[in-house]
């Protein structure tokens, strides 16, 4: 039931993490703070299709 998603970058839009996630259980995109290697800094990221 786990699918792989892709997080991006909200401030340089460049893909920087994959993840996985329950479908079942978390219908709503995910979004989380990490490091972002081309702004040099902890960004928001969002999940994408």
């Keep these: 039931m786990r ?3 892709t997080l ?3 401030v340089c839009k460049n893909k920087n993490y994959t993840t996985t ?3 079942k259980l978390h ?3 995910l979004e989380m703070s990490k490091f ?3 702004c ?3 960004t928001p ?3 994408i299709k």
Excluded: A, G
Aim: glycine letters at 0%; one cysteine or more.
């Design 21 to 23: 996630k329950n479908k």
């Design 36 to 38: 972002c290697r081309f």
């Design 40 to 42: 040099h800094k902890h």
């Design 8 to 10: 991006e970058c909200t």
């Design 3 to 5: 699918e792989t998603i």
């Design 27 to 29: 219908q709503d995109r």
């Design 45 to 47: 990221h969002k999940e």
